[in-house]
C-alpha cells in the first residue's frame, strides 16, 4: 500500500520533462523543494482564486469541523438515550442504525435542496452540517455507556451533580480516548470528501485539497505533487496517535 504513495513522493520530486520521457521514478531527484514551493504559493483554476494553501486550510477546516460537529452529536445522542427516559428510545436508536444504510450519496438532491434554502452554499457551515450526524459514533457511545456502572450514577446524584455536570465531570472524561478515536476516523473521511464538496461549492475560493485536483490534472507534475499534499496529514495523525485510536476502538466495543 505504501509503494504506489511512495514511488508517487519520489515522481514529484522531479522535473515535468522527467515526467513526460521516464513516467514514474523509483529514485529521488534534486527539485523537491521548488516543485512544491511553487506549488502551494502559486494561484490556479479558471480565476486564479485558489492556491494549494487556501485548498489545504478549506480541506482542514471540512475535516475537523465535520469530526467536532460528529463526535459533539455522537456523544448527546448516547447520553440522551442511556440516561433519560426517551419514549420509544430503542426505536429512535434503531432509526439511527438503519441511517447507516443510507449515505449521503443516496440523498443529495434532498440534502442539497436543503442547503440552498438555507443560503449555505459556498459555506464551510454548507459544507459541514450536511455530514454531521452519525449513527455509528452513536451507537460505539450507547454501547459503552451501558457498561458504565450504575454507581457512578448514584453517586453523583448523592453529591448533587445534576445531568449536565454528571456528564461534563464523569462521562466526558471517560469518553475521551473513544471521542478521539471517532474524531480521527471523521476527519480522515471528511479530508477526502470529493462528492459532496462538487455539489455545494460553486467559488473557487471554497474548494478542498482533494477537489482542487481537477483543475490540474491528476497525471501532471502539479496534480500528483496535491494528491501528495492530500495523504499527508491523514496518514500523519494515524500514525502519530495510533495507540491511542486502537485504544478507542477497543474502548468502545466492550
Same mark, same amino acid.
Given at each position: 500500500?505504501?509503494?504506489?504513495?511512495?514511488?508517487? @513522493?519520489?515522481?514529484?520530486?522531479? /522535473?515535468?520533462?522527467a515526467l513526460r520521457t521516464d513516467g514514474m521514478a523509483l529514485f529521488p531527484g534534486d527539485r523537491l523543494v521548488q516543485n512544491y514551493s511553487k506549488v502551494l504559493t502559486v494561484s490556479g483554476g @479558471? =480565476?486564479?482564486d485558489i492556491s494549494a494553501l487556501r485548498m489545504i486550510w478549506n480541506s482542514f477546516l471540512l475535516g475537523a +469541523? %465535520?469530526?467536532?460537529?460528529? !463526535?459533539?452529536?455522537?456523544l448527546a445522542a448516547a447520553y440522551a438515550l !442511556?440516561? %433519560? #427516559?426517551? #419514549? @420509544?428510545? +430503542?426505536?429512535? &436508536?434503531w432509526v439511527l442504525l438503519f441511517s447507516l444504510m443510507l449515505p449521503l450519496e443516496s440523498r443529495f438532491l434532498a440534502t442539497y435542496?436543503?442547503?440552498? +434554502?438555507? /443560503?449555505?452554499?459556498?459555506? =464551510?457551515v454548507g459544507l459541514i452540517?450536511?455530514?454531521?450526524?452519525? +449513527?455509528? /459514533?452513536? %451507537? &460505539? %457511545? #450507547?454501547q459503552y455507556y451501558r457498561n458504565i456502572p450504575e454507581t457512578l450514577l448514584e453517586s453523583a446524584r448523592l453529591d448533587g451533580a445534576g445531568p449536565f455536570l454528571f456528564f461534563k465531570d464523569i462521562l466526558l472524561p471517560l469518553s475521551l480516548p473513544m471521542a478521539g478515536a471517532l474524531f480521527l476516523v471523521? @476527519?480522515?473521511n471528511g479530508w477526502n470528501q470529493y462528492l459532496w464538496p462538487?455539489?455545494?461549492t460553486t467559488d473557487e475560493k471554497s474548494y478542498t485539497l482533494v477537489r482542487g485536483l481537477q483543475f490540474f490534472g491528476q497525471t501532471s507534475l502539479n496534480g500528483m505533487i496535491l494528491a501528495v499534499l492530500a495523504v499527508i496529514p491523514p496518514a500523519g495523525l494515524l500514525l502519530l496517535f495510533q495507540r491511542k485510536f486502537v485504544k478507542g476502538l477497543f474502548d468502545g466495543m466492550h
Amino acid at each position: 500500500m505504501c509503494g504506489p504513495v511512495l514511488a508517487l @513522493f519520489l515522481t514529484t520530486t522531479h /522535473g515535468p520533462e522527467a515526467l513526460r520521457t521516464d513516467g514514474m521514478a523509483l529514485f529521488p531527484g534534486d527539485r523537491l523543494v521548488q516543485n512544491y514551493s511553487k506549488v502551494l504559493t502559486v494561484s490556479g483554476g @479558471f =480565476q486564479d482564486d485558489i492556491s494549494a494553501l487556501r485548498m489545504i486550510w478549506n480541506s482542514f477546516l471540512l475535516g475537523a +469541523g %465535520f469530526a467536532a460537529a460528529k !463526535v459533539c452529536l455522537s456523544l448527546a445522542a448516547a447520553y440522551a438515550l !442511556v440516561y %433519560f #427516559r426517551l #419514549r @420509544f428510545a +430503542g426505536v429512535l &436508536f434503531w432509526v439511527l442504525l438503519f441511517s447507516l444504510m443510507l449515505p449521503l450519496e443516496s440523498r443529495f438532491l434532498a440534502t442539497y435542496d436543503v442547503v440552498a +434554502g438555507l /443560503g449555505l452554499v459556498n459555506t =464551510q457551515v454548507g459544507l459541514i452540517l450536511p455530514l454531521a450526524a452519525s +449513527g455509528i /459514533g452513536t %451507537f &460505539f %457511545f #450507547r454501547q459503552y455507556y451501558r457498561n458504565i456502572p450504575e454507581t457512578l450514577l448514584e453517586s453523583a446524584r448523592l453529591d448533587g451533580a445534576g445531568p449536565f455536570l454528571f456528564f461534563k465531570d464523569i462521562l466526558l472524561p471517560l469518553s475521551l480516548p473513544m471521542a478521539g478515536a471517532l474524531f480521527l476516523v471523521a @476527519f480522515v473521511n471528511g479530508w477526502n470528501q470529493y462528492l459532496w464538496p462538487v455539489m455545494v461549492t460553486t467559488d473557487e475560493k471554497s474548494y478542498t485539497l482533494v477537489r482542487g485536483l481537477q483543475f490540474f490534472g491528476q497525471t501532471s507534475l502539479n496534480g500528483m505533487i496535491l494528491a501528495v499534499l492530500a495523504v499527508i496529514p491523514p496518514a500523519g495523525l494515524l500514525l502519530l496517535f495510533q495507540r491511542k485510536f486502537v485504544k478507542g476502538l477497543f474502548d468502545g466495543m466492550h
